[in-house]
């Protein structure tokens, strides 16, 4: 038996050759196909319950034990997912932010990633300078795009640093209400869809998430409004978690319930908070290997779909790490 766990991170899993965004970055079907059948070959794959029973009871994990974990509520989860982890008898555990099946409003984040997935980050990047120049000091102050590019354009494993930047700007640095509007007027000239039905298209219905919970998923808390929750103000995060919390509490075990902090944007204050509130375990972007006897129970660090193969062996080499993946 062992305290060692794997754990796999995965957002968008979809037929994406063939597909109208076959830049959006995902794990192709027959892929996640192909690596299911190489975790199934090489690891024991747990559920959450497992998980949390060796944390709070020192329960046993079988020796190479790997959780499958799923971030953001998407369709592809239940056209894709779901069926084949129910067809090879293993559980996931899926994260889904509240506003996407409450509201049905397409998040920011999405906005971002469906923008890349439709033009080039040379097209975008003078694009969205161009806006920053003209926003300036109209209603909205902020350093300037100098100051930004040296700050955020930096580069992590897995996108290069204009990418980042984009991300970084449209996801966090501006005010709210200023990056919401940027990156609908960018969603608008580049995807070209009314965000209302393309988030219809985009996000799990309630209906198919309390489906999947009756066929064995796990569901847990990924927020209300995917913010970046070490930039919230403490009321501000009381909200979000609130508001998460009384979405979900058909779904969630309310005084044993798991947070996955959104973009991995946990803070000493955040932890504090959600454990006040019945959370258990925190899991994050942080890459490596747990170890339940030394591992802070809300820090949990997961390895990408992209770390295991047929997508490479970076696995085997990441035991410890910090970067974050969006």
């Known amino acids: 038996m062992s305290s060692k766990l794997f754990i796999s991170m995965y957002h968008y899993v979809r037929e994406i050759k063939n597909s109208r965004y076959p830049k959006i970055k995902g794990l192709d079907y027959h892929l996640f196909k192909k690596?299911?059948?190489?975790?199934?070959?090489?690891?024991?794959?747990?559920?959450?319950?497992?998980?949390?029973?060796?944390?709070?009871?020192?329960?046993?994990?079988?020796?190479?034990a790997l959780l499958l974990t799923f971030d953001d509520g998407y369709?592809?989860?239940?056209?894709?997912?779901?069926p084949l982890l129910k067809e090879y008898g293993i559980q996931g555990s899926f994260f889904v932010p509240g506003k996407t099946f409450v509201e049905r409003i397409l998040l920011n984040v999405n906005k971002v990633h469906f923008i890349l997935a439709s033009s080039d980050f040379q097209i975008l990047l003078p694009n969205l300078l161009k806006k920053l120049n003209y926003y300036r000091g109209q209603e909205f102050d902020y350093p300037s795009n100098e100051d930004l590019l040296a700050e955020y354009a930096i580069a992590n494993r897995f996108d290069c640093k204009e990418v980042i930047f984009i991300k970084r700007i449209l996801q966090v640095v501006l005010p709210e209400k200023l990056r919401s509007k940027i990156?609908?007027?960018?969603?608008?000239?580049?995807?070209?869809?009314?965000?209302?039905?393309?988030?219809?298209?985009?996000?799990?219905?309630?209906?198919?998430?309390?489906?999947?919970?009756?066929?064995?998923?796990?569901?847990?808390?990924?927020?209300?409004?995917?913010?970046?929750?070490?930039?919230?103000?403490p009321e501000q995060l009381?909200?979000?978690?609130?508001?998460?919390?009384?979405?979900?509490?058909?779904?969630?075990?309310?005084?044993?319930w798991v947070i996955n902090y959104p973009y991995g944007s946990?803070?000493?204050?955040?932890?504090?908070y959600v454990k006040s509130r019945g959370s258990?375990?925190?899991?994050?972007?942080?890459?490596?290997?747990?170890?339940?006897?030394i591992c802070d129970p809300f820090k949990l660090p997961r390895f990408d779909t992209n770390d295991f193969p047929p997508k490479s062996t970076r696995y085997e080499k990441l035991q410890k790490g910090s970067l974050h993946n969006e």
Not at 75 to 82: E, P, Q, R, S, T
Not at 198 to 208: I, T
């Open 35 to 64: 690596q299911l059948e190489f975790f199934l070959c090489k690891f024991h794959i747990v559920t959450m319950e497992e998980v949390i029973a060796a944390v709070q009871e020192g329960y046993d994990l079988p020796e190479n």
């Open 75 to 82: 369709i592809d989860h239940y056209l894709y997912v779901m």
């Open 183 to 233: 990156s609908s007027e960018m969603f608008e000239e580049y995807v070209g869809i009314k965000e209302e039905i393309f988030a219809r298209e985009l996000y799990l219905s309630y209906d198919q998430i309390k489906c999947m919970k009756k066929n064995g998923m796990f569901f847990g808390i990924h927020g209300y409004g995917h913010y970046w929750m070490n930039k919230l103000s």
């Open 238 to 256: 009381q909200h979000d978690i609130t508001k998460a919390l009384t979405c979900m509490d058909e779904l969630i075990d309310s005084n044993c």
């Open 266 to 272: 946990y803070s000493a204050d955040v932890i504090d």
């Open 280 to 293: 258990v375990l925190g899991l994050s972007t942080d890459v490596g290997i747990v170890n339940l006897k």
